[in-house]
């Protein structure tokens, strides 16, 4: 069983562009790559789960997505850092078919817990959005609300809010 972080990707890893589906328009956030880093070097596995709602509103496709992620891996790579995988929601929220893998559901967990050996009790998840939050409660995974993307926009609901993924980290290292 390893301890495991999952992170949400748009707003939390990398600027939130609305959509994003060309990979030079990926900009990290500030620290995200070093944070990465920093967890992995602990022995962290990262896992990122994300709504990707883009894909069933036809603003872009399975294979945007996977062109955006190979980006975030291409320039935290220059970090030292690396993403264990990626599992997303493409599904439109307005689509009356129900759908299980859309956070805070727990489908995209199910999907990693398939591949990976995850020790709930000594993982987090970090993202910007209450369906983050929600997603890891529901999970028993101890959430942080960073105030990047979205996230500046909550002001409740969640008692561990960082101002970033890099603080966000340190409270991580840091057995907080």
């Known amino acids: 069983m390893s301890k495991t972080v999952f992170l949400d990707r748009d707003g939390t890893i990398i600027v939130d562009k609305h959509y994003l589906r060309n ?42 997505v996977m062109l955006v992620n190979t980006r975030i891996d291409d320039l935290i790579f220059d ?12 599904h439109n929220p307005d689509d009356s078919s129900t759908c299980s893998c859309r956070k805070p559901s727990d489908g995209l967990y199910r999907q990693a817990l398939s591949k990976f ?22 999970l028993g995974i101890s ?10 926009e909550v002001q409740v609901g969640c008692d561990l809010v960082c101002e970033s993924i890099k603080e966000a980290s340190l409270v991580i290292l840091n057995g907080k």
């Open 143 to 152: 959430p942080i609300l960073v105030q990047t993307g979205y996230g500046k």
């Open 79 to 90: 970090y030292g850092a690396r993403i264990d995988a990626y599992y997303y929601c493409p």
């Open 23 to 64: 990979p030079d328009d990926v900009e990290l956030i500030p620290d995200a790559g070093l944070s990465l880093a920093r967890l992995k070097r602990a022995g962290y596995q990262i896992i990122v789960v994300s709504n990707q709602s883009g894909v069933g509103r036809g603003f872009l496709t399975e294979i945007d």
């Open 117 to 138: 050996k995850i020790d709930i009790s000594k993982s987090w998840m970090i993202g910007d959005k209450m369906s983050d939050v929600n997603f890891a409660l529901k």
